[in-house]
């Protein structure tokens, strides 16, 4: 960058923008700080899309953070002449207290850019805060509150409460037996080693029952347009139970399916986050639930449904298909698992119906219907699947009959 003043007063509006969305949630480190500042010199300020794009190649390294940087830019770049402005050596004025181009600015922005630049009222004024971050009133809230209305450092604990999470689901009964004295079966095999042990002569009989193990859990997560501010939470609740247990099996779907097992076993959440990003192309956009369910059942449901598997179906039923095949597909991954779940964000509403064909079409083959929209949300999932009980959830009925009117 040239030494010149322009040169210092750009810069110094590049690293206020870069800390924004860094206190967002996005990973800007002054690397990147440094590539922007060269991207910007590359394509120069003549043009505003250009002035957008250059940055956006720079700061943006997941789909899923689009959205905020969009939502970024126009409320720090906000002038539509701030090109020329900048030009004429002006520096641009953040406020967040007037209404942004979008109709609704995700919090934890707000309170972003409401701390990037400098106090233009004085000094700052030393404060004496407690902090009841842990407290149990504000981890109760917290709990409760929608993800989709967190700030950002609300999401930052909410994530971390999230890796621990378990998900215990009741164990079924297996076709394999371990030795127990008290057992409601004979065991031959163990009563002939006693005899041998001891030379032939009479034994006591050895008894055997049945083993027990969690059957494994199968996760479709959609993450089209409509899930965008669901979706980052929810991979972080599969990768926990991913790394909490064995034989999970994790797929995403927008318009077509995609594996992420494999990206999701390591360790660190945002190694596997993006990893999992780098394999996925379908990132915010269209839903075709019928069609990715379609894949699964033909490609992946003999490999990863055997053993009484638990399938947990994460989305809003909004299907770009209208429905179309959603349900003969529904039937036959309900036929082929132990149990299915669907996990609905859209729940959360007190006045939700099940209009859409998408809904209407996937209810009659479920087990359960709950909502995914908080950490209660959640944690109550855990608590169902711990329990032994009917595979259809009792207030099922009620959404069917409604679906069907």
């Not at 041998?196 to 859990?217: E, F, H, I, M, Q």
């Amino acid at each position: 960058m040239t030494s010149s003043p322009d040169g210092g007063r750009l810069a110094l509006n590049l690293m206020h923008f870069a800390r924004a969305l860094r206190a967002a949630g996005l990973p800007v480190g002054p690397g990147k700080l440094l590539q922007a500042i060269e991207a910007v010199e590359a394509v120069g300020l003549g043009n505003r899309t250009d002035f957008y794009w250059a940055l956006h190649a720079v700061l943006v390294d997941r789909h899923d953070q689009s959205e905020l940087f969009d939502q970024a830019f126009h409320i720090f770049w906000r002038n539509p002449d701030i090109l020329k402005r900048m030009m004429a050596m002006m520096l641009p004025t953040v406020r967040t207290d007037a209404a942004p181009d979008r109709p609704e600015m995700a919090q934890r922005l707000a309170e972003a850019l409401h701390g990037s630049g400098p106090d233009p009222e004085g000094p700052e004024k030393t404060e004496i805060e407690l902090d009841a971050t842990f407290t149990v009133s504000a981890t109760e809230r917290l709990q409760e509150k929608d993800f989709e209305k967190m700030t950002g450092a609300e999401m930052a604990q909410a994530k971390r409460l999230l890796t621990r999470l378990a998900l215990p689901l009741a164990e079924v009964t297996t076709r394999r037996h371990r030795p127990d004295p008290g057992g409601p079966r004979l065991d031959p095999r163990g009563t002939l080693r006693r005899m041998l042990r001891s030379g032939g002569d009479l034994a006591d009989l050895a008894r055997k029952r049945r083993r027990t193990r969690p059957p494994p859990l199968v996760v479709l997560c959609d993450i089209s347009g409509s899930m965008t501010r669901y979706s980052r939470m929810l991979l972080h609740f599969m990768h926990a139970v991913t790394n909490d247990r064995d034989r999970v099996h994790s797929f995403v779907f927008g318009t077509r399916l995609t594996n992420i097992t494999r990206h999701l076993r390591h360790k660190d959440v945002d190694v596997a986050l993006d990893a999992v990003s780098g394999a996925v192309a379908d990132w915010s956009g269209g839903t075709r639930i019928g069609t990715a369910l379609h894949a699964f059942n033909r490609h992946w449901a003999r490999r990863v449904l055997g053993q009484g598997a638990v399938v947990l179906l994460i989305t809003d039923g909004l299907d770009r298909d209208a429905g179309e095949g959603l349900a003969a597909e529904a039937e036959r991954l309900h036929k082929s698992c132990r149990r299915l779940v669907w996990l609905n964000p859209l729940l959360r509403w007190e006045g939700f119906a099940p209009k859409s064909s998408g809904i209407r079409a996937l209810l009659p083959h479920v087990d359960d219907f709950r909502a995914a929209h908080s950490l209660n949300s959640l944690a109550g999932l855990a608590d169902a699947l711990s329990r032994e009980g009917p595979r259809r959830a009792p207030g099922l009925r009620r959404w069917v009959k409604e679906a069907a009117g």
